[in-house]
């Protein structure tokens, strides 16, 4: 069945640094792939997505490329803020699996200034 | 300008004592999701609504139900809750599958 596997947290870093969250999956299908971003005592809001292969998703600074032939959809942000601390999840989802959300475990990240 | 509103944002309540949580959506979307998140874990998908199909999850407890009585309105109750039910549950909306989700904010639930 279909799966996300992401990195484990916590990831703490300066304020200014780069960050990578890895995140691969498997599917049967063509699934569309998601990160979804949680802050404290929130739901969950829409970071960013991508449809289809070699896409690019990219929102407030972060981005994230479709890669099929390693199936992974790694978040990437050149510089973090404070304000950044939160918990990724990455998430995919298709047509056979009902649009059901299939989450990676998510990932916290903690920037310190 | 929310567009999914869950309510309450938090509920307390007693240990076997029925409770109903509530979302709102002003979307019109044909998808409604209730998802269980438990501390530290991702989201669970419960069950959802295509419209007024209903969908259950295989291995969602008998002792959680919903309603969704129009496109805008669907309830999570749970029956009978226990202290292993205490968790954050939220919301979602589609307008169809593989689109992308919209959460409300969450209620967390408290049981005593």
């Known amino acids: 069945g279909n799966s996300v596997t992401q990195m484990e947290g916590p990831v703490t870093l300066s304020e200014e640094a780069f960050l990578t969250i890895n995140c691969t999956y498997t599917?049967?299908?063509?699934?569309?792939l998601f990160w979804y971003v949680q802050y404290p005592g929130e739901g969950l809001q829409l970071l960013l997505k991508a449809t289809k292969a070699d896409d690019k998703g990219s929102n407030k600074g972060f981005e994230a490329t479709y890669r099929k032939e390693t199936t992974s959809f790694h978040l990437e942000k050149g510089s973090v803020q404070v304000s950044d601390s939160a918990v990724y999840f990455c998430?995919?989802?298709?047509?056979?699996?009902?649009?059901?959300?299939?989450f990676g475990k998510g990932t916290k990240l903690s920037v310190k200034p | 300008d929310a567009m999914v509103i869950q309510n309450p944002r938090y509920q307390v309540t007693q240990f076997g004592k029925p409770v109903t949580l509530s979302c709102s959506q002003t979307l019109n979307h044909n998808v409604m999701y209730w998802y269980q998140q438990k501390s530290s874990q991702a989201p669970k998908l419960l069950f959802h609504?295509?419209?007024?199909?209903?969908?259950n999850e295989a291995d969602t407890p008998d002792n959680f139900q919903s309603r969704r009585p129009n496109t805008s309105f669907c309830f999570l109750d749970i029956r009978s809750p226990g202290l292993g039910d205490a968790a954050m549950y939220l919301c979602a909306t589609t307008t169809g599958y593989n689109t992308e989700a919209f959460f409300g904010q969450g209620t967390r639930l408290t049981v005593v």
């Open positions: 609504y295509y419209d007024k199909d209903f969908n």
């Open positions: 998430a995919l989802s298709d047509q056979r699996s009902q649009g059901n959300l299939i």
């Open positions: 599917a049967t299908g063509y699934p569309s």
